[in-house]
T-cell receptor, first 114, second 109 residues
Framework: NAGVTQTPKFRILKIGQSMTLQCTQDMNHNYMYWYRQDPGMGLKLIYYSVGAGITDKGEVPNGYNVSRSTTEDFPLRLELAAPSQTSVYFC?????????????FGPGTRLTVT | AQRVTQPEKLLSVFKGAPVELKCNYSYSGSPELFWYVQYSRQRLQLLLRHISRESIKGFTADLNKGETSFHLKKPFAQEEDSAMYYCALTTGGGNKLTFGTGTQLKVEL
């Protein structure tokens, strides 16, 4: 199993450009998540999904969109990139929720907006 | 809203010394707490969860509701324990994790 994979690993965007960060998991997990991590800070939840066709906002959703058309894929879309979106983005997945459920993380995408 | 505080950005200890990584939380109900770890050039991964009351790689953590703490402890640090450690919380059986800012543990020889 590859687990959670993310592409690209690195990306530099100009202000106002758009891009999609890809996330795929091969563990048949129902739950998927997108986090961002700014320097010196903890991870903050952007969006999450409890199953195909269902998404919901996390703590910092502004400037992002997501979709979940399949169990495996959970892409994150940036429509109009801004310098404030410079961050490391992590995708994660879990089988269930709550205390018994471990989240599995991808390797991250380092995004710079200039 | 819930909050997780890790007061130390960096903790440096000698090999064989005891380790305590501090984690305090604010939440009025019954939280579910976790420690995640990121070793150099590896992914963030679960170390332990309070509900399991387990010891992983010699680390333990006890939930103290009176002090709203979930400190991570190990009696004798090893070089391979050097990593970034994050305390995280979820509530009400949900799946949204709130992370602390992390503590970099450095074990020196």
């Amino acid at each position: 199993n590859a687990g959670v994979t993310q592409t690209p690993k690195f990306r530099i965007l100009k202000i106002g450009q758009s891009m999609t960060l890809q996330c795929t998991q091969d563990m048949n997990h129902n739950y998927m998540y997108w986090y961002r991590q700014d320097p010196g800070m903890g991870l903050k939840l952007i969006y999450y999904s409890v199953g195909a066709g269902i998404t919901d906002k996390g703590e910092v959703p502004n400037g992002y969109n997501v979709s979940r058309s399949t169990t495996e894929d959970f892409p994150l879309r940036l429509e109009l990139a801004a310098p404030s979106q410079t961050s490391v983005y992590f995708c994660a997945s879990s089988y269930g929720s709550g205390a018994g459920s471990e989240q599995y993380f991808g390797p991250g995408t380092r995004l710079t907006v200039t | 809203a819930q909050r997780v505080t890790q007061p130390e950005k960096l903790l440096s200890v000698f090999k064989g010394a005891p380790v305590e990584l501090k984690c305090n939380y604010s939440y009025s109900g019954s939280p579910e707490l976790f420690w995640y770890v990121q070793y150099s050039r590896q992914r963030l991964q679960l170390l332990l969860r309070h509900i399991s009351r387990e010891s992983i790689k010699g680390f333990t953590a006890d939930l103290n509701k009176g002090e709203t703490s979930f400190h991570l402890k190990k009696p004798f640090a090893q070089e391979e324990d050097s990593a970034m450690y994050y305390c995280a919380l979820t509530t009400g059986g949900g799946n949204k994790l709130t992370f602390g800012t992390g503590t970099q543990l450095k074990v020196e020889l």
